[in-house]
T-cell receptor, first 117, second 114 residues
Framework: AQKVTQAQTEISVVEKEDVTLDCVYETRDTTYYLFWYKQPPSGELVFLIRRNSFDEQNEISGRYSWNFQKSTSSFNFTITASQVVDSAVYFCALIWWYGGSQGNLIFGKGTKLSVKP | DAGVIQSPRHEVTEMGQEVTLRCKPISGHNSLFWYRQTMMRGLELLIYFNNNVPIDDSGMPEDRFSAKMPNASFSTLKIQPSEPRDSAVYFC????????????FGQGTRLTVV
């Protein structure tokens, strides 16, 4: 079965603090893709990053970085020097690929991040 | 480039009424998805179209829900009759086919059934 777990329901930090959002996934497949989406208070879902299961290199984009570790089935997201505008709900998601078939996005429950000034 | 466009953004209706949500996917995308978001259940896939054909509707809650995609640039999700428990945010999303696809979401329709 495929599953995405975001154990942190809510996190609150003060501006400029670093914060890490955890994501643990389950899949039987060797080929899969992991995603992070951001949902700001305005409600839309914004794509942030996609990683495939064969690429474990960490990625950095400005203040955002992602740590993918297959050994622990984790794909964690770190925001460095958080800002109030980072306040949002963040979703981790998975797409699996097996035997020529593919699934659709399976989302975690999301982590609500509040960054206070 | 225009993203996924949904209408209306907000809908308030009375129980028993028919509700139709509309979606225009990103031009060139051949996969379209309808998701529902609630506090209790999070983001759930309702139905998935590929090349205008429904591929997986196992997430459609019951017969009151139906979805159509008459052409590559338009889809509807209809609820008839609506019930208070249908209150949620409904997202339409589109992508190119393929496991590596990035799915782009519309801004959602917030439905309130009173």
């Amino acid at each position: 079965a495929q599953k995405v777990t975001q154990a942190q329901t809510e996190i609150s930090v003060v501006e400029k603090e670093d914060v890490t959002l955890d994501c643990v996934y389950e899949t039987r497949d060797t080929t899969y893709y992991l995603f992070w989406y951001k949902q700001p208070p305005s409600g839309e879902l914004v794509f942030l990053i996609r990683r495939n299961s064969f690429d474990e290199q960490n990625e950095i984009s400005g203040r955002y970085s992602w740590n993918f570790q297959k050994s622990t089935s984790s794909f964690n997201f770190t925001i460095t020097a958080s800002q109030v505008v980072d306040s949002a709900v963040y979703f981790c998601a998975l797409i699996w690929w097996y035997g020529g078939s593919q699934g659709n996005l399976i989302f975690g429950k999301g982590t609500k991040l509040s960054v206070k000034p | 480039d225009a993203g996924v466009i949904q209408s209306p953004r907000h809908e308030v209706t009375e129980m028993g009424q028919e509700v139709t949500l509309r979606c225009k996917p990103i031009s060139g995308h051949n996969s379209l998805f309808w998701y529902r978001q609630t506090m209790m259940r999070g983001l759930e896939l309702l139905i998935y179209f590929n090349n205008n054909v429904p591929i997986d509707d196992s997430g459609m809650p019951e017969d009151r829900f139906s979805a159509k995609m008459p052409n590559a640039s338009f889809s509807t999700l209809k609820i008839q009759p609506s019930e208070p428990r249908d209150s949620a945010v409904y997202f339409c999303a589109s992508s190119l086919t393929g496991a590596a696809r990035i799915t782009f979401f519309g801004q959602g329709t917030r439905l309130t059934v009173v």
